[in-house]
């Protein structure tokens, strides 16, 4: 029996991923909630409600009658999105690049273009002031959290990333309140606890501690435990990145440092061109073809039994990709004198199935590990909850402990 629990929810572009995680990153029951309405603006209230079902829907397969009973909730989701009080949402992928209304908008996108959010606050601000006017501002992980516990954050991954945030000063310079916007907590800050009506609403216990997530991207690097010189990951979604940790900023051309969510290590990345979207793209158009549905399952099974079908071209055009950015970040890594793991770890999409991971091990000629979900955003929630909580002295010691690589893929030799 296990002794501790957390309930995990990770907001993504099109669904909600929600899972019920053991202290030992067992993942007693996973729910993907998809989100039904195509209104942008108003995907907020579609995470509330995802978030509601899923919760109904773990409740159902583990057979509890009574409330959710776990010791801590954490949430992480995609960034920077915009959400007002009152539910307006500016997604994180919504173009913002047709300003020609806004005489004044450029020049200060212009300004603060090191910061994601200045921009996008900005933009919100001209296109909704309704909205924004004496109207909390949240990102949306802090949306949901506000919801749960009335208690008002900014999570923000580590202290060197207040540039790519705000501060007084620069919020001032757009013409918005200080006041609108919730402080800086770091990743595993108890935000509260669920609040009474909440607690009816969503069917789980009152007073659960709420705990911060933070961004997606973050919570991956904690839920692959890419957080110790020379770790390395591959986050595979709908966009892709190859990421290493590194014990000094680095300079390369084709590659971004950020720093990491580890005070004093940093992440040293590739961005591929190419992303899960063209696959997802050729599945949909397949689809449209045959005037017919198919799972995600059912296509890459295609993919593999015909090398001619489209969707293995672009399979193949990923993981070439991702070669030439692995090999990239190794050749950076070798000339700077930094270690690099000979087992690449990999959460997202094409986690989900063994064929392509196999595939993608033989390309590359690279070993790839995985933990026992393909989402592992949820497993570091799991790690912040746990050290939220205090069970662990640090985000360090807890994903020591909670991250566990269950399965490794060892290439095998491409062939054509």
């Not at 026992?372 to 799991?382: N, Q, R």
Request: hydrophobic share 35%.
């Amino acid at each position: 029996m296990q002794k501790f629990t957390f309930l995990c929810a990770d907001i993504g572009t099109s669904s909600l991923k929600t899972a019920l995680v053991s202290e030992n990153g067992q993942v007693l029951s996973f729910y993907r909630e998809p989100f039904k309405n195509n209104q942008k603006s108003k995907t907020s209230s579609l995470w509330i409600s995802a978030l509601q079902i899923s919760i109904y829907k773990i409740k159902r397969d583990l057979n509890i009658k009574d409330k959710l009973c776990c010791d801590a909730i954490a949430i992480s989701g995609n960034g920077p999105t915009i959400v007002s009080e009152d539910g307006t949402t500016l997604l994180w992928n919504e173009d913002i690049s047709n300003t020609e209304q806004f005489s004044d908008f450029k020049p200060v996108a212009q300004k603060y273009s090191a910061s994601l959010f200045l921009p996008r606050i900005n933009y919100f601000k001209y296109c909704y002031p309704q909205s924004f006017n004496n109207k909390k501002i949240y990102s949306g992980p802090e949306y949901l959290i506000s919801y749960l516990t009335s208690n008002h954050v900014t999570i923000l991954p580590e202290s060197r990333y207040k540039d790519a945030y705000w501060n007084d000063e620069s919020l001032e310079q757009i013409g918005a309140d200080k006041n609108l916007f919730g402080k800086f907590v770091p990743p595993g800050f108890n935000c509260g606890s669920v609040q009474k009506e909440m607690s009816s609403f969503f069917s789980i216990k009152e007073g659960t501690p709420v705990i911060a997530g933070g961004p997606d991207f973050i919570a991956a690097m904690i839920g692959t435990n890419t957080l110790q010189e020379g770790k390395i990951c591959d986050c595979a979604g709908s966009s892709e990145g190859i990421n290493l940790c590194t014990s000094k900023p680095v300079s390369f051309e084709g590659l971004r440092t950020l720093p990491s969510v580890i005070p004093g290590l940093w992440n040293l990345a590739f961005l591929s061109q190419s992303s899960g979207k063209e696959f997802v793209s050729c599945k949909e158009e397949y689809e449209f073809d045959t005037n017919s549905i198919i799972s995600y399952s059912a296509y890459i099974k295609k993919c593999f039994e015909d090398k001619y079908f489209p969707g293995f071209e672009i399979m193949k055009k990923l993981a070439e990709n991702c070669k030439t950015g692995l090999e990239l970040l190794i050749r950076c890594a070798k000339e700077n004198n930094l270690p690099v793991s000979d087992t690449m770890m990999i959460t997202g999409g094409q986690a989900n199935s063994d064929k392509w991971i196999q595939f993608k091990s033989d390309i590359l000629n690279y070993k790839i590990g995985m933990t026992e979900t393909a989402d592992c955003e949820l497993i570091g929630d799991a790690v912040c909850a746990a050290f939220g909580i205090n069970l662990y002295s640090s985000i360090t010691e807890a994903a020591d402990s909670i991250v566990k690589q269950k399965r490794t893929f060892i290439p095998q030799g491409f062939t054509e």
